[in-house]
């Protein structure tokens, strides 16, 4: 549909979509005369306006004079009139300082990066944790007190995971340091679940090798492993930022709505699993995700992947439909890019 526009339509369509991102308000001719990079009289402006609201492209929200981009006037202007920018050098930094802090778990660099997207985009950002089965490089057990200690699991992406075990009476140092290099020389590369295939294969067997004591601190090691729930998780941040930028009461009311939404744990996962294939960031728009259905919202969201391009999970922002997407697009490209790079 782009190609139908002549060069003037297309400028007036674009700072009419960037003057209303700026301000929520409806533009007048008056106001894009101002913008327009060579001199344009209001007059003419108004014809090309009338011409895309023919288009489909603007409506005129009430008797005001101004007009306002319709959902197809913004899939438009984001398809084919959008300058992406560059992430200064400032976001880039605290993206990558909070993500690559050292001693993180899976679930708190992910937790991490939402808490970035969401304190520099000023939106709701939310997160599809990925199953926390990832190649692991060292396990290391450490006693706490009679009867209970502390396994520390290292994935080879630096990411640190820690349990509280119950060890048997009796058990020693030496018992531990055992467990430690029997677990290491079988966790050393591969996943957690395939490990623990093969160990309680070897348990079971007896090919193990261990004393007593120590196969038991093993077996209570990988049940704590194999018990917990590694299914994939979700996390919300920012929602009170959705309601710092109202412009209308209307707003108010779609944003409210909005937050019901985002109690829609189901809902709220399809719509990142849906950017499974996608190469780069997402963007729904409005009701094209039935998602939002009318509370005029939009979503920028992002695949982060492992090791062979293999779909992990995927980061991104919720916003009202006149998100600053030049700005947030690379935001959220940069943080999906970092956590995957951290996870392989």
Not at 54 to 75: I, W
Not at 84 to 89: A, D, I, P, Y
Not at 225 to 240: P, Y
Request: charged fraction near 25%; charge should be negative.
């Amino acid at each position: 549909m782009l190609k139908d526009l002549n060069e003037r339509s297309r400028e007036v369509l674009r700072r009419l979509v960037e003057s209303y991102m700026e301000t929520g308000q409806p533009v007048g001719s008056r106001t894009l005369s101002k913008k327009l990079a060579v001199s344009v009289s209001p007059a003419t402006i108004r014809n090309v306006m009338a011409d895309l609201e023919d288009a489909g492209l603007l409506f005129a929200p009430h008797t005001s004079a101004g007009r306002l981009p319709t959902q197809l006037g913004l899939r438009l202007y984001v398809d084919g009139l959008l300058e992406v920018g560059e992430l200064s050098q400032a976001e880039r930094a605290s993206i990558d300082s909070k993500c690559q802090a050292a001693g993180h778990s899976i679930e708190e660099l992910l937790s991490e990066a939402s808490e970035a997207l969401s304190g520099l985009s000023r939106c709701a950002s939310l997160v599809h944790a990925p199953k926390t089965d990832v190649p692991f490089r060292q396990v290391e057990f450490v006693s706490l007190a009679p009867g209970r200690a502390l396994v520390v699991m290292v994935a080879e992406s630096g990411l640190v995971e820690n349990r509280v075990i119950d060890v048997p009476a009796g058990m020693t140092q030496s018992h531990l340091i055992e467990a430690t290099n029997y677990l290491n020389a079988r966790l050393a590369g591969r996943t957690l679940g395939e490990s623990i295939v093969q160990i309680r294969e070897d348990l079971e067997s007896h090919r193990a090798q261990l004393d007593e004591l120590t196969a038991k601190v093993v077996e209570a090691g990988i049940a704590t492993w194999g018990g917990q729930d590694r299914s994939a998780t979700l996390i919300v941040r920012g929602e009170t930022n959705l309601l710092g930028d109202v412009a209308v009461v209307e707003d108010l009311e779609r944003i409210r709505a909005l937050h019901e939404t985002l109690e829609s744990r189901s809902g709220l996962i399809s719509l990142l699993e849906s950017a499974r294939d996608a190469d780069g960031v997402k963007i729904f728009i409005g009701a094209e995700s039935k998602l939002f259905g009318n509370t005029e919202c939009s979503a920028i969201v992002a695949p982060f992947r492992g090791n062979g391009s293999r779909f992990i999970g995927a980061i991104g922002v919720i916003g009202p439909t006149r998100l600053n997407y030049a700005r947030i697009i690379p935001m959220v490209n940069h943080t999906a890019d970092l956590i995957g790079r951290l996870l392989r």
